[in-house]
C-alpha cells in the first residue's frame, strides 16, 4: 500500500499518511506528500484539503535514522512553506501523536482539529540535541505566543489536544469521529483565503520583554546539554525580529550547528539505544507473553515502597507485606505522602492519587501474595534470608506466576534454585527512588525462561521504565561498573582528590551528581553491609578503610545529616574539613604521598574505569550490547545522555585506541586494577569500536 493516499470527498480531498510504525516523514513519506499535494493543488474540483495520519499516529516528526545520511530533497521546511503558501486552505486532521516535524507540518498547515484523546503534540527535538528545523521555532510562537513556546521547546514537553485548544494550537478538539469533522471543518473554509500562521506578526507588546534574557538564565545543567537550549531561545528570538523567510533562515543555521555537535550525535544514539535494549536474541516479538494484572510486593523499606509506587501509578493492584505492623504503617504512609505530594504538585489529581491508594492492600500475611500474577521480593539483601522467603513464595505463587528479587548483588541463580520453578525467578533490579528512576535492569538467571524476559520487558514499557537485560554475576551490569569505578574513585580520595574536587570534576563534566555525594544520597551503611558480607582484601581493602571509617563514625550519609559531606537541614551539602583531616590521616598512615589531580584525570579514569569493566562484561556476556551498558549508565546512574554513556564516549570521543593506551599506562602506574579487557585491547588491535561490535549483533 502507498505510504500517501488521496481520497476525494466531494470537493475535499483527504491526503492520508500511512508509514508505519510512527508516520515518520521520511524521504519516501515527503515524496508522496508532495505528489499528493500538488496533485490536490492542481485539481479543480478541488476546494480544500484534509490531512492525516494513520493509527495512533499523525507523525512522530522527521526520521531519525536518516539524520546520519545526506538529506535528500524534498526537504522537509521546503516542503512544509509550499503547503502553507498552497491556494486552498488545508486542514490537518490530528488523529494522535504529532510530534517535531509532524506537529511542524501541522503548523504549515492553514487551520488544525484534534481528536479529543491526541496526547502527545510537542517540538521535543532538544531531547535529540537539535532544535525544530522545520520552521516550528518561527512558527509556534505566532500560534501560541513567545513564553508558552519557549517553555514547549526548552522543555521538550508534550500537550494534550485539550492544552493544545486552550492555547491556540488547535481550532477545535472533535469528542466523535475526527475525520467527518475535519471534512466539515475543510467545506466551511472551502473558497476563503487561507489563514497562514508565517505571515502572522508577533507584536511587541505581546510578550514580556526580558522573556529571552530570563529563559536563558533558567536553562542552568539542561538534560541536552550546553548548546542545544541557548540555540532554541535565540531562534524563538529572531521570530520577534524577523519575517518568515529570514527566521527560517536563521533557525536552519542554528540547527546545522547542533546538529554538527558530538552532543546531538550522543542523544541520537541514545535515542535508539534504548529502543534496541527491548530487542532480545531468541526472543521474538511474537513470544506469549505471561498475564500480568496484579502485582505483590514483599518488603515495604526504601525500595519497596517505590516499586509498589511504580506499579500503582501504573494502573496496577498492589499488596505488599511486611513482617510487622510498625514497618508496613511506614511504608504505606511513605506511599500515602508521596501520592499527595505528587497531588499537590499538580503532576497527578487528587482523584487520581486516592484511585491508586485505593488499589493497595497492606498486609502482613505472605501468603496474600498468592494470587498475584507477578510477586517481586524487596526484603533486606543477605542471602539466607532472600533463599528463606524464596523457599516460601514458591510454596504460596500460584502456578504461572512470575517471581522476581530486587537483589542489587546477589546471585540470582542460587536465590531461584531455592525454588521448584526457577523458570519463573528473575531478577526484577529497580534503581532508588524506584518510583522515578526510569531504569530497570532485568536480570535473566541461567533458567529464566524466554517468556518470563518478554514479560518483564513489556511490564518494564507499562510502568514507564527502560528494561535492558542483564546476566547474573557480583552486581550484575550496573553495579559491578560501579564498583569498579567507586574504587577508583577512593583510589584518587587516598591519592588527594578531595570529595569536594571528585564530584566538582564530573559534575562539571555533565555527571548529575558526584559518586561521592550519591554514595551519601543512597547510604553509606548500605555499601559498608556488603563490604562487610564480602569480606574485602588487598587494594580493595585499603581503598575501602575511608568510606568505613566514615561509617564508623556514624556518618551514614544525608540520613544522618553528615557522611562525606556534612548537610544543612535543607540537605544542601558542605565541604566538612574533618573528613579532609580523615582522609589526609589515612594516606599518611598508607605512606601514599598526595597531589593535586586535575580533574581531567578524575574524569578520564572514571571513564576509562566504567568502560574497561563494561568491556569485560561484555565479553562475559552479561550485557548483550555495548548500548544497552551506555543505555543503564543514562537512565540508572546520572550518567549525561548528551556524553552518550561510557562506551560511546570511547568509540566517539576518547578513541578506542587511545582509550587502550591511557588504560596501559594506568596499568603500568597502578597495577591489576587497571588491567586491559581482553575484548578492549583487541578491538584496539583490529581498528574495531563497541558498536561495530554490537551492529554484528543485529
Ligand atoms: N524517526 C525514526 N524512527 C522513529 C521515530 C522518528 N522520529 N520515532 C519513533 N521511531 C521508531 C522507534 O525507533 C521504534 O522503532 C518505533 O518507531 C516505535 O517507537 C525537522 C528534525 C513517538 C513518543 O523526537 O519520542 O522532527 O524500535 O518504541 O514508546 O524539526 O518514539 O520498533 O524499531 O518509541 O510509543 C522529532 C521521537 C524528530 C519523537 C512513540 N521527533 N519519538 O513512543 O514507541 S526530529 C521526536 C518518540 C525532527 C524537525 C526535526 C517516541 C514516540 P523500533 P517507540 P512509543
Ligand atoms: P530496607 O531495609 O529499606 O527494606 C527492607 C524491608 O524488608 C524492611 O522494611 C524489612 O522489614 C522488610 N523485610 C525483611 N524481611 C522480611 C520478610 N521476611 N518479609 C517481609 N518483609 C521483610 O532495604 P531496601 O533498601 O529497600 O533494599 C531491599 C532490597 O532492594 C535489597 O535486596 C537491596 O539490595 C535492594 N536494592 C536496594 C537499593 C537501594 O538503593 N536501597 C537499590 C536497588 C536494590
Given at each position: 500500500?502507498a505510504?500517501?493516499?488521496?481520497?476525494k470527498k466531494?470537493?475535499?480531498?483527504?491526503i492520508?499518511?500511512?508509514?508505519?510504525p510512527?508516520?515518520?516523514?521520511?524521504?519516501?513519506?515527503?515524496v508522496?506528500?508532495?505528489?499528493?499535494?500538488a496533485?490536490?493543488?492542481?485539481?479543480a474540483?478541488?476546494?480544500a484539503?484534509?490531512l492525516?495520519g494513520?493509527?495512533?499516529?499523525?507523525?512522530?516528526?522527521?526520521?531519525?535514522s536518516?539524520f546520519?545520511?545526506e538529506?535528500?530533497?524534498?526537504?522537509?521546511?521546503?516542503?512544509?512553506d509550499r503547503?502553507?503558501?498552497?491556494?486552498?486552505?488545508?486542514?490537518?486532521?490530528l488523529?494522535?501523536t504529532a510530534?517535531?516535524?509532524?506537529?511542524?507540518?501541522?503548523l504549515?498547515?492553514?487551520?488544525?482539529?484534534?481528536?479529543k484523546?491526541?496526547?502527545?503534540l510537542?517540538?521535543?527535538?532538544?531531547k535529540l540535541?537539535i532544535?525544530?528545523g522545520?520552521?516550528g521555532?518561527q512558527?509556534?510562537p505566532?500560534?501560541?505566543?513567545?513564553?508558552?513556546?519557549l517553555?514547549?521547546i526548552?522543555?521538550?514537553?508534550?500537550?494534550d489536544?485539550?492544552?493544545?485548544a486552550?492555547a491556540?494550537?488547535v481550532?477545535?478538539?472533535?469528542?466523535q469521529d475526527l475525520?467527518p469533522?475535519?471534512?466539515?471543518f475543510?467545506?466551511?473554509q472551502?473558497g476563503k483565503?487561507p489563514?497562514?500562521?508565517g505571515?502572522k506578526?508577533?507584536?511587541?507588546?505581546?510578550f514580556?520583554?526580558d522573556?529571552f534574557h530570563?529563559?536563558?538564565?533558567?536553562?542552568?545543567?539542561?538534560?541536552?546539554?550546553p548548546?542545544?537550549?541557548k540555540?532554541a531561545?535565540a531562534?524563538?528570538?529572531?521570530?520577534?525580529?524577523?519575517?518568515?523567510?529570514?527566521?527560517n533562515q536563521r533557525?536552519?543555521?542554528?540547527?546545522?550547528e547542533l546538529?554538527?555537535?558530538?552532543?546531538?550525535?550522543?542523544?541520537q544514539?541514545?535515542?535508539?539505544a534504548e529502543?534496541?535494549?527491548?530487542?532480545?536474541?531468541g526472543?521474538?516479538?511474537?513470544t506469549k507473553?505471561?498475564?500480568v494484572?496484579t502485582?505483590?510486593i514483599?518488603?515495604a523499606?526504601t525500595m519497596g515502597t517505590?516499586?509498589?509506587?511504580?506499579?500503582?501509578?501504573?494502573?496496577?493492584p498492589?499488596?505488599?507485606?511486611e513482617?510487622?505492623q510498625?514497618?508496613?504503617?511506614?511504608?504505606v504512609?511513605?506511599?500515602?505522602?508521596t501520592?499527595s505530594?505528587?497531588?499537590k504538585?499538580?503532576?497527578?489529581?487528587a482523584?487520581?492519587?486516592?484511585?491508586?491508594?485505593?488499589?493497595?492492600?497492606?498486609?502482613?500475611e505472605?501468603a496474600?501474595?498468592?494470587p498475584?500474577?507477578?510477586?517481586?521480593?524487596?526484603?533486606?539483601?543477605?542471602?539466607?534470608?532472600k533463599?528463606?522467603?524464596?523457599?516460601k513464595?514458591?510454596?504460596?505463587?500460584?502456578?504461572?506466576a512470575?517471581?522476581?528479587?530486587?537483589?542489587?548483588?546477589l546471585?540470582?541463580?542460587?536465590?531461584?534454585?531455592e525454588?521448584?520453578?526457577?523458570?519463573d525467578?528473575?531478577?526484577l533490579h529497580?534503581?532508588?527512588?524506584?518510583?522515578?528512576?526510569?531504569?530497570?535492569e532485568?536480570?535473566r538467571?541461567?533458567?529464566?525462561?524466554?517468556?518470563?524476559?518478554?514479560t518483564?520487558m513489556?511490564?518494564a514499557?507499562?510502568?514507564g521504565k527502560?528494561?535492558?537485560?542483564?546476566?547474573?554475576?557480583?552486581?550484575?551490569v550496573?553495579?559491578?561498573?560501579?564498583a569498579?569505578?567507586?574504587?577508583?574513585?577512593?583510589a584518587?580520595?587516598?591519592e588527594?582528590?578531595?570529595?569536594?574536587?571528585i564530584d566538582?570534576?564530573l559534575e562539571g563534566w555533565?555527571?548529575?551528581?558526584g559518586?561521592?555525594?550519591?554514595?551519601?544520597l543512597?547510604?553509606?551503611?548500605?555499601?559498608?553491609?556488603i563490604?562487610?558480607?564480602?569480606k574485602?582484601?588487598?587494594e580493595?581493602?585499603?581503598?575501602?578503610?575511608i568510606?568505613d571509617?566514615?561509617v564508623?563514625?556514624?556518618?551514614?550519609?544525608?540520613?544522618?545529616?553528615?557522611?562525606?559531606?556534612?548537610?544543612d537541614?535543607n540537605?544542601?551539602?558542605?565541604v566538612d574539613?574533618?573528613?579532609?583531616?580523615?582522609?589526609?590521616?589515612?594516606?599518611?598512615a598508607?605512606?601514599i604521598?598526595?597531589?593535586?589531580?586535575p580533574a581531567?584525570?578524575?574524569v578520564?579514569?572514571?571513564?576509562?574505569?566504567l568502560?574497561?569493566?563494561?568491556?569485560?562484561?561484555?565479553?562475559?556476556?552479561?550485557?548483550l550490547r555495548?548500548s544497552?551498558?551506555?543505555?543503564m549508565?543514562?537512565?540508572?546512574y546520572?550518567f549525561?545522555?548528551?556524553?552518550?554513556g561510557?562506551?560511546w564516549?570511547?568509540?566517539n570521543?576518547?578513541?578506542v585506541?587511545t582509550?587502550a593506551?591511557?588504560?596501559?599506562a594506568y596499568?603500568?602506574k597502578?597495577?591489576?586494577r587497571?588491567?586491559?579487557?581482553p575484548?578492549l585491547?583487541?578491538?584496539?588491535a583490529?581498528?574495531?569500536?563497541f558498536?561495530?561490535?554490537d551492529?554484528?549483533k543485529?
Amino acid at each position: 500500500m502507498a505510504i500517501v493516499e488521496t481520497e476525494k470527498k466531494g470537493e475535499i480531498a483527504v491526503i492520508r499518511m500511512d508509514n508505519p510504525p510512527v508516520n515518520a516523514l521520511g524521504h519516501a513519506l515527503r515524496v508522496g506528500l508532495e505528489r499528493a499535494f500538488a496533485a490536490a493543488n492542481a485539481d479543480a474540483g478541488i476546494k480544500a484539503i484534509v490531512l492525516t495520519g494513520t493509527g495512533k499516529f499523525f507523525s512522530a516528526g522527521a526520521d531519525i535514522s536518516e539524520f546520519k545520511a545526506e538529506m535528500k530533497e524534498p526537504f522537509l521546511p521546503q516542503l512544509i512553506d509550499r503547503i502553507e503558501q498552497g491556494s486552498k486552505p488545508v486542514v490537518a486532521a490530528l488523529n494522535g501523536t504529532a510530534l517535531g516535524g509532524g506537529l511542524e507540518l501541522a503548523l504549515g498547515c492553514h487551520y488544525r482539529v484534534a481528536s479529543k484523546d491526541v496526547r502527545q503534540l510537542g517540538l521535543p527535538e532538544i531531547k535529540l540535541g537539535i532544535l525544530p528545523g522545520a520552521g516550528g521555532t518561527q512558527r509556534l510562537p505566532r500560534a501560541i505566543g513567545v513564553e508558552p513556546a519557549l517553555q514547549l521547546i526548552t522543555a521538550g514537553s508534550f500537550i494534550d489536544a485539550q492544552k493544545a485548544a486552550a492555547a491556540g494550537l488547535v481550532d477545535k478538539v472533535v469528542e466523535q469521529d475526527l475525520l467527518p469533522a475535519a471534512i466539515a471543518f475543510a467545506e466551511q473554509q472551502a473558497g476563503k483565503p487561507p489563514r497562514r500562521i508565517g505571515e502572522k506578526k508577533i507584536e511587541p507588546g505581546t510578550f514580556a520583554a526580558d522573556a529571552f534574557h530570563k529563559a536563558k538564565m533558567q536553562i542552568g545543567r539542561h538534560p541536552s546539554g550546553p548548546l542545544a537550549a541557548k540555540a532554541a531561545i535565540a531562534a524563538v528570538e529572531a521570530a520577534t525580529e524577523l519575517p518568515l523567510a529570514e527566521g527560517n533562515q536563521r533557525e536552519r543555521a542554528l540547527f546545522r550547528e547542533l546538529a554538527a555537535s558530538p552532543y546531538a550525535r550522543a542523544l541520537q544514539y541514545a535515542f535508539f539505544a534504548e529502543r534496541q535494549a527491548a530487542n532480545l536474541p531468541g526472543i521474538g516479538g511474537d513470544t506469549k507473553l505471561r498475564e500480568v494484572n496484579t502485582v505483590g510486593i514483599l518488603g515495604a523499606g526504601t525500595m519497596g515502597t517505590g516499586i509498589a509506587l511504580a506499579f500503582l501509578n501504573g494502573g496496577f493492584p498492589v499488596t505488599i507485606v511486611e513482617t510487622t505492623q510498625e514497618a508496613l504503617d511506614k511504608g504505606v504512609a511513605r506511599i500515602k505522602d508521596t501520592l499527595s505530594a505528587n497531588a499537590k504538585r499538580g503532576r497527578i489529581t487528587a482523584a487520581q492519587a486516592a484511585d491508586r491508594l485505593a488499589k493497595l492492600t497492606p498486609s502482613l500475611e505472605m501468603a496474600d501474595l498468592g494470587p498475584a500474577d507477578l510477586i517481586i521480593e524487596a526484603v533486606f539483601e543477605n542471602m539466607a534470608l532472600k533463599k528463606e522467603v524464596f523457599g516460601k513464595l514458591d510454596k504460596i505463587a500460584k502456578s504461572g506466576a512470575i517471581i522476581a528479587t530486587n537483589t542489587s548483588t546477589l546471585d540470582v541463580d542460587a536465590i531461584a534454585a531455592e525454588t521448584k520453578r526457577p523458570q519463573d525467578v528473575v531478577g526484577l533490579h529497580f534503581f532508588s527512588p524506584a518510583n522515578i528512576m526510569r531504569l530497570l535492569e532485568i536480570v535473566r538467571a541461567e533458567k529464566t525462561a524466554g517468556d518470563v524476559m518478554a514479560t518483564a520487558m513489556a511490564i518494564a514499557k507499562r510502568i514507564g521504565k527502560v528494561g535492558v537485560q542483564a546476566g547474573v554475576c557480583d552486581g550484575f551490569v550496573g553495579n559491578r561498573m560501579l564498583a569498579a569505578y567507586g574504587g577508583e574513585v577512593q583510589a584518587m580520595n587516598l591519592e588527594g582528590a578531595m570529595p569536594q574536587e571528585i564530584d566538582g570534576a564530573l559534575e562539571g563534566w555533565g555527571m548529575a551528581m558526584g559518586p561521592l555525594a550519591v554514595s551519601d544520597l543512597a547510604g553509606l551503611d548500605v555499601g559498608y553491609r556488603i563490604r562487610k558480607e564480602r569480606k574485602l582484601t588487598g587494594e580493595a581493602a585499603q581503598n575501602a578503610r575511608i568510606p568505613d571509617k566514615i561509617v564508623e563514625m556514624g556518618r551514614h550519609g544525608q540520613k544522618t545529616g553528615a557522611g562525606y559531606y556534612k548537610y544543612d537541614e535543607n540537605r544542601k551539602r558542605m565541604v566538612d574539613p574533618e573528613i579532609e583531616a580523615l582522609i589526609r590521616g589515612e594516606a599518611e598512615a598508607l605512606q601514599i604521598k598526595q597531589r593535586p589531580i586535575p580533574a581531567d584525570e578524575i574524569v578520564e579514569r572514571s571513564l576509562l574505569r566504567l568502560a574497561n569493566e563494561g568491556a569485560k562484561i561484555l565479553e562475559e556476556g552479561i550485557a548483550l550490547r555495548a548500548s544497552d551498558i551506555d543505555t543503564m549508565y543514562l537512565n540508572g546512574y546520572g550518567f549525561p545522555a548528551w556524553r552518550g554513556g561510557p562506551m560511546w564516549q570511547v568509540d566517539n570521543v576518547i578513541g578506542v585506541e587511545t582509550a587502550a593506551q591511557r588504560i596501559k599506562a594506568y596499568e603500568a602506574k597502578y597495577g591489576a586494577r587497571w588491567k586491559i579487557a581482553p575484548l578492549l585491547a583487541k578491538l584496539a588491535a583490529d581498528g574495531g569500536t563497541f558498536a561495530a561490535l554490537d551492529a554484528k549483533k543485529k
